[in-house]
C-alpha cells in the first residue's frame, strides 16, 4: 500500500514539474514573439532614416548640380565670346560631381566645354542623328534629364540637358554628364551577400542593384519571379513614389524553405526622373540584433527547469533569486533603454537643429541671390526699353548691374571658402606680413561703405608692431569681414576701433565698434555657418551668414584663435592672434 502510493506521488510530482517546464517554455516563446515584433519595427524604421537621409541627399545633390547649369542658362547678356568656356569650367569646379560639361550652339554643333580633353569640339548632333534630345530642350524649352546611358569608357551616366535662351531666343543648351560610378562612390552603401541596396526608375527597372545579380534596365520584380511572394506589393509602392516599410518572402536556394527579407525605400525626384532607393536585409539580421536576449531567456528557461527537477526541495530559494535576477536584469535593460533614448532625443534635436539652419540658410541664400537678380533684371529690362536715356542715367544702370553680379561673385567666393575650411583644402601662402599696411588695403576695400555712413575709424597699432606669419591676401580678407560686419551694424556716424599689441610669441589684433552689440545667446552662436542675428527675409542687413565663420576659419586654420564680447546697446569686439614672423623660416 505504502509503495502503491509513493508511486501516485512521484507521478503527480512528475506531471507538477512537467507542467511548471511548459509553462515557462510557453511564457518564453511568447516574450521572444513580443520582443522580435518590438525590435523588428524599430530596425525597419531605422532603415528607413538611413534609406530616406541617402534618398534625400542624393536628390539635393543632383538638383543643385542642375541648378548651377540653369544659373548661367538664363543670362539676359547673350551667349559670352569665349562661348560660355569661362562659366562651364567654373560650374565644373564648384559642382565637383560632372564628368564633362559642354555648350550646344543653336545648330546643334559642340563649340566649348570643360574638360577640354573630354570635350568632342565641332561634334555635330544633327550629323550623327542623336539629336533627340536637344531637340526635346529646344521645342519645350525645359531641363531634360536621359536614363543612364553606356558611355565610351563602358560605365554608365545621366545626361543633362539645359536650354540656353537669350531673352526669348533660343541659343542652344549645356550638356553635363554625371557619372553612375562618381555618384555611387560618393554615397557609399555597404553590401555583402544577404543585405544590400538597389535603384529602380518610375517603370520599375533595374538602374543599380548592389547584390550586382541583375541585367542593367531588367524589371527589378523578374529576377525572382514566382519565388518572392508579396515583393509586387513593395515595387508597386515605390513606382508609385511612396516612401515606407514592407516585406516579402523569397524561396530559398534549396527549394523548400522560404526567407523572409525586409525592405525600406523612399523616393528620388530628378526633374523628369523618378527614381526609388531601397535598403532590402533578411530577416535574419533582427535574429542578430536580439541573440543576446534570446541567449539569457534561454539560459534562464534551461536553469529553472533544472533546479525545478533536480532542486525541488529549494523550489521557493531558487524562485526568489530569479525574480531578484530578473530584477537586475529589466533595471539594466531599464537604463540602457534610457540611455539610448536620451541619444535618440540628442540626435533628433541635432537634426531638428540642422533642418532648421537648413531652412534658414536657404531662406537668405535665396533672398540674397534673387535681390541682386531683381536689380539687374530691372536695370536690363531699362536699358532693352530706354534707347534714348541720358547717357547717365545708363551708367547708373550698368553701375547697378556690376555692383549686383559682384555682390554674387562675392557670395559665392563665400561658399567656396567655406567649403575649402569644411574639406581641409584652403590653402595658405604663409609670408611676413605688416599689419599696418593690410589694415591700409582693408579700409580702402571698404571705403565706399565707411563714408556712405560716415564712419570714425581709429588706427592705433604700435610703432614697432612686430610683423606676423600668414597669407596676406586671407588676413586682408578677414579684415575686410570683420570691418564690413561693424559697419553693418552700426548706426550713422558711429565710430571702429582697430588695435594691436605684443603678446609672447604672437601678436593679439582687436577689432570694435560701437554698434547694437549682441545678447550673450547670439554671441555663443556668430561663428556657426549661416548664422543670422536676424535670419528673416525682412532683415534689414544683408549678407549669408558665413562671414564670421569664414574668419574664424582662416585664423584657426594657421594656428590663431578668435573671440568676441559684446553687450547689447555698447558695442562689439572681435579680438584674434596670429604667430610673429621668425626670420629663419619666414623671409620677407
Not at 536690363?380 to 545708363?394: H, Q
Request: include cysteine.
Amino acid at each position: 500500500m505504502w509503495n502503491r502510493k509513493s508511486k501516485w506521488n512521484l507521478i503527480l510530482f512528475a506531471a507538477v514539474v512537467l507542467l511548471l517546464i511548459s509553462s515557462i517554455f510557453f511564457l518564453w516563446m511568447k516574450t521572444n514573439i513580443e520582443v522580435r515584433s518590438v525590435v523588428e519595427e524599430q530596425y525597419q524604421n531605422q532603415q528607413l532614416l538611413l534609406t530616406r537621409h541617402i534618398a534625400g541627399n542624393i536628390e539635393q545633390t543632383l538638383n543643385e548640380r542642375v541648378s548651377l547649369l540653369e544659373v548661367i542658362a538664363k543670362k539676359d547678356t547673350g551667349v559670352p565670346d569665349d562661348n560660355f568656356e569661362s562659366d562651364l569650367k567654373s560650374v565644373y569646379e564648384i559642382a565637383g560631381l560632372f564628368y564633362v560639361v559642354e555648350y550646344v550652339a543653336e545648330n546643334g554643333t559642340i563649340v566649348s566645354g570643360y574638360p577640354e580633353d573630354n570635350v568632342p569640339i565641332g561634334f555635330n548632333l544633327y550629323d550623327n542623328k542623336q539629336s533627340r534630345a536637344f531637340e526635346y530642350v529646344k521645342n519645350n524649352g525645359e531641363v531634360y534629364i536621359t536614363d543612364p546611358l553606356r558611355l565610351m569608357e563602358g560605365n554608365y551616366g545621366s545626361f543633362i540637358w539645359v536650354p540656353v535662351y537669350e531673352g526669348n531666343d533660343f541659343r542652344g543648351a549645356f550638356i553635363a554628364i554625371i557619372k553612375e560610378s562618381d555618384l555611387k562612390d560618393r554615397y557609399v552603401i555597404v553590401s555583402n551577400s544577404s543585405s544590400y541596396a538597389y535603384l529602380i526608375d518610375e517603370r520599375g527597372r533595374i538602374l543599380y542593384e548592389g547584390n550586382q545579380k541583375y541585367m542593367r534596365g531588367a524589371l527589378y520584380v523578374d529576377l525572382f519571379g514566382s519565388n518572392a511572394s508579396g515583393l509586387q506589393e513593395v515595387i508597386a509602392d515605390q513606382i508609385n513614389g511612396t516612401e515606407g516599410n514592407g516585406k516579402y518572402f523569397l524561396l530559398a536556394e534549396n527549394g523548400t524553405t522560404y526567407e523572409e527579407r525586409l525592405v525600406s525605400y523612399s523616393p528620388i525626384e530628378w526633374y523628369n526622373q523618378k527614381w526609388s532607393l531601397a535598403l532590402t536585409s533578411p530577416s535574419s539580421e533582427v535574429d542578430r540584433l536580439i541573440v543576446s536576449v534570446y541567449l539569457k531567456l534561454f539560459i534562464v528557461a534551461v536553469v529553472s527547469a533544472l533546479f525545478i527537477v533536480f532542486v525541488s526541495s529549494f523550489v521557493v530559494i531558487i524562485l526568489f533569486n530569479w525574480s531578484k535576477s530578473l530584477e537586475q536584469e529589466v533595471d539594466e535593460k531599464t537604463q540602457e533603454l534610457k540611455m539610448s533614448n536620451e541619444s535618440l532625443r540628442a540626435a533628433n534635436k541635432k537634426l531638428k537643429e540642422l533642418d532648421r539652419l537648413k531652412t534658414e540658410f536657404l531662406s537668405v541664400v535665396s533672398h540674397e541671390l534673387k535681390t541682386p537678380l531683381t536689380a539687374m533684371r530691372t536695370s536690363s529690362e531699362f536699358l532693352r526699353e530706354s534707347d534714348e536715356c541720358d547717357i547717365s542715367i545708363r551708367r547708373k544702370m550698368l553701375d547697378i548691374i556690376i555692383r549686383n553680379i559682384d555682390r554674387q561673385s562675392r557670395m559665392v567666393d563665400d561658399l567656396l571658402d567655406i567649403s575649402r575650411i569644411e574639406s581641409r583644402r584652403m590653402k595658405f601662402h604663409k609670408e611676413s606680413v605688416d599689419i599696418g599696411k593690410a589694415v591700409s588695403c582693408s579700409l580702402e576695400m571698404l571705403s565706399s561703405n565707411l563714408n556712405n555712413k560716415n564712419m570714425d575709424i581709429q588706427v592705433e597699432l604700435p610703432e614697432n608692431l612686430p610683423r606676423v606669419c600668414t597669407d596676406k591676401d586671407k588676413l586682408v580678407q578677414v579684415f575686410v569681414n570683420l570691418l564690413n560686419n561693424a559697419v553693418k551694424f552700426s548706426k550713422e556716424n558711429g565710430s571702429i576701433r582697430i588695435s594691436a599689441q605684443e603678446e609672447d610669441d604672437f601678436v593679439s589684433i582687436s577689432v570694435s565698434d560701437d554698434g547694437i552689440g549682441m545678447i550673450q545667446e547670439e554671441l555663443e552662436k556668430i561663428f556657426d555657418k549661416f548664422y543670422q542675428i536676424d535670419s528673416t527675409s525682412t532683415r534689414k542687413v544683408g549678407g549669408s551668414g558665413l562671414g564670421l565663420s569664414i574668419v574664424k576659419g582662416i585664423i584657426e586654420g594657421q594656428g590663431g584663435s578668435i573671440s568676441a564680447n559684446s553687450e547689447q546697446g555698447r558695442g562689439s569686439t572681435f579680438v584674434f592672434t596670429l604667430n610673429k614672423v621668425i626670420y629663419n623660416e619666414v623671409s620677407e
